[in-house]
């Protein structure tokens, strides 16, 4: 019994530990336009509005200029204006709702995923214009609130992830080493808002998943060898 608790404390202290590494991760802001393109007829649900919320087949043309920037220290001293992320090609290749199988108006959300097209679906990171990192996308996942009593009713927001592969400079460098070398980021899209038909108003921020620390590894190898031992006993 002592060796469960003990295990347990461990776990949790590695949780704090981790949502500690979690909260100082470096990010940047954003802010900028993306459009849409394609719109999937079947998907489309017979929502209040014309066919400018949802769902698009196509994400491309993303543009977007840096609002903020935290924890990177060889961006200090530069203007987040200076700072633009641009983003191509993604594709549709999931759509699910919440109820499953669920019709407007009995839906909480509909949920479009997206994914690379081809290699001109990269993501690029640009500092006064240069290209300093590019990254592959992973899953971008659109989520709109479809249930009519909702306070967020029709607004979208969204996430997804990415993997830098290429880069230069001190930006890059800080970047990979923050992530322990595998170049992972993620996004958060706090809004997804549409201008027009096929335009969108994105605002998010892109945050670096971090290294996990030696601590951390050592906590969870330490509880994992203790699990072991108490069901031994």
């Known amino acids: 019994m002592l060796i469960a608790r003990v295990a347990f404390m461990l776990i949790a202290l590695n949780l704090a530990v981790t949502a500690a590494l979690d909260a ?4 940047i802001n954003f802010s900028g336009t993306v459009e849409g393109s394609s719109i999937s ?3 489309t649900p017979a929502l209040p509005c014309p ?7 196509e994400l491309n043309n993303g543009n977007f200029t840096a609002t ?3 924890g990177f220290n060889s961006l200090t001293g530069v203007s987040p204006s200076n700072i633009a992320l641009t983003v191509g090609r993604l594709a549709a290749v999931a759509f699910s709702t919440d109820p499953t199988g669920c019709t407007y108006p ?3 959300t509909l949920t479009q995923s997206y994914e690379a097209f081809s290699s001109a679906s990269q993501i690029n990171l640009l500092l006064d214009g ?3 990192a590019t990254a592959a996308p992973g899953v971008f996942s659109v989520v709109l609130v479809t249930n009519p009593v909702s306070p967020s009713f029709l607004t979208e927001t969204g996430s997804g992830t990415a993997q830098v592969m290429s880069g230069s400079g001190a930006f890059y460098e800080e970047l990979l080493t923050q992530s322990g070398g595998t170049g992972k980021v993620l996004f958060n899209f706090t809004n997804f808002t549409p201008i027009s038909s096929g335009l969108f108003d994105v605002a ?3 945050t670096v998943v971090p290294e996990p620390t030696t601590a951390s590894l050592f906590i969870l190898g330490l509880a994992s060898v203790m699990v072991g031992r108490q069901r031994l006993t």
């Open 68 to 70: 903020a920037v935290d």
């Open 130 to 132: 240069s290209t300093v």
């Open 24 to 27: 100082s991760a470096a990010s």
């Open 51 to 57: 066919p400018c919320y949802y769902p698009y087949l």
């Open 41 to 43: 007829i079947d998907a």
């Open 204 to 206: 998010g921020t892109m």
């Open 106 to 108: 009995n839906c909480q």
